[in-house]
């Protein structure tokens, strides 16, 4: 804020801009629109000009931080659509449980899973909870991601769920906020079943009569400016929530103006993509009768979603969300990048990161995995992190891609074309990060 900045003569600035446009082949780079030997001018936190020479052009510019981008690719603020960075606790064991044969189901189903990790969330306070999180956020940052979707979902009952949300607005509001990327929050209180409650159906009622209050809490951090607005989200799957209960849930926090995701098909297909396309149709049926309007904006995981599913999702603008980090580390199969390009669908690349599934927070890596074994191509690996990740989250307004008047950020990572994205698979070569 306040700061003008200018990054010089990088060979390489992907801008993204018009990649929804027609001419678009995902397949091919043109839809990046890369530019060469480009300047990026910033003040006030808002992208003021991009081209040759902007020194020259603009004349004199004041007080003005120079940064030497000869050496330096610039993508847009990186966006990971899909984490659950905030919890308590290590499930290292099992890594090591998974390595001698067991999968994620078995973990899950012998106590492991979602619920080791609920006990640990509800043993520290919010404020300890706060202060976990930021490690992690201060992680993606520093990889380049400038927003930060953050699911809740270890609490498994109202008060404690409402203890993981606080805690993630108390950090974005102390002055800590500063070194954090932008907060994107998603309540994910059905992540799986919640001792207090006796059978799931219990739950979901208890969770829909908390969400008015829920909605209040994600309303008043917007007005305080400290997060976007709160959206929900459900584990619809087999041993967890059903079509049914998800229907339930999703449809109240529609109603609420929320916007939602789902955490569908990834071990079976169980009916979340089918479930997302029915909620979509029904909006789009009554949108004009509505006040508040919730947007169904993500299917995610979906290794078990067919073609046509995706594809009737496609049409009514609902998104994708690959995790292939996912499917590296509990060893279930990726996504297949010919199938989700065939059906049209919007695909976002997320991490997923999270103590058990997924216990690698490195957008980077997400990246690699998406284009080495989804078959992703480059083009849409690196929109997937930025502009259709913002899509994902309902924000492409202000992020995921470098255009005149849209809020600035940017990566600057060591290179000189568009493939030396990948010349680190972990990120090790981000030099800066504009948020
Ligand atoms: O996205 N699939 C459900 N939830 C997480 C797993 C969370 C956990 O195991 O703690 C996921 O992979
Ligand atoms: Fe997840």
Sequence with gaps: KNK???????????????????????????????????????????????????????????DIEIIDASKYVIVPGMIDCHNHPIFAGSRANETVLKSQGMTYED??????????????????????????????????????????????????????????????????????????????PTYLGPHAASPEYRGLDNYIQALVEDLPNIAALGEEAVKKGIAFPLAADIFLERNYFTKEQSERWLGAALQHGLDVHIHA???????????????????????????????????DHCQYATESDLGRLAVLGVGA?????????????????????????????????????????????????????????????????TINAAFALGLEKTYGSIEIGKKASLVAFDGASVEDYFSSLLGDHVRHVVV
Excluded at 266 to 295: D, I, P, V
Excluded at 324 to 341: C, E, G, H, L, Q
Aim: aromatic share 6%; glycine share 10%.
């Design 107 to 184: 973990i899950s189903a012998k106590g492991g899973g979602i619920v080791s990790t609920m006990k640990a969330t509800r043993k520290v306070t919010g404020h300890e909870l706060s202060e976990l999180y930021k490690l992690n956020a201060k992680d993606s940052l520093a990889r380049g991601v400038v927003l930060l979707e953050a699911k809740t979902g270890y609490g498994l009952n109202p008060l404690q769920e409402r203890k993981m949300l606080e805690a993630l607005y108390e950090a974005h509001s102390g002055k800590d906020a500063m070194d954090l990327p932008h907060l994107c």
């Design 321 to 385: 969300v690959a995790l292939p980090t996912t499917s590296f580390f509990s060893k279930i199969p990726y996504v297949d990048a010919k199938r989700w390009r065939a059906s049209g669908i919007k695909v976002a690349i997320g991490t997923d990161f999270n103590p058990g599934s997924s216990p690698m927070n490195n957008i980077w890596f997400s990246s690699y995995l998406a284009l080495s074994q989804c078959g992703f191509s480059l083009a849409e690996v690196i929109a997937g992190v």
């Design 4 to 62: 003008k900045i200018i990054f010089r003569n990088s060979p390489c600035v992907v801008t993204l801009k018009g990649w929804d446009s027609a001419e678009n082949d995902s397949l091919s780079q043109k839809g990046l629109s890369v530019l060469k030997n480009c300047d990026i001018l910033i003040s006030d936190g808002v992208f003021i000009d991009i081209g040759e020479n902007l020194l020259d052009t603009h004349g004199n510019l004041g």
């Design 265 to 299: 098909d990834e071990f079976s297909r169980s009916g979340g993509a089918e479930l997302a396309a029915e909620l979509a149709r029904r909006l789009e049926q009554t949108a004009s009768k509505r006040r508040k309007k919730g947007r169904v904006l993500t299917v």
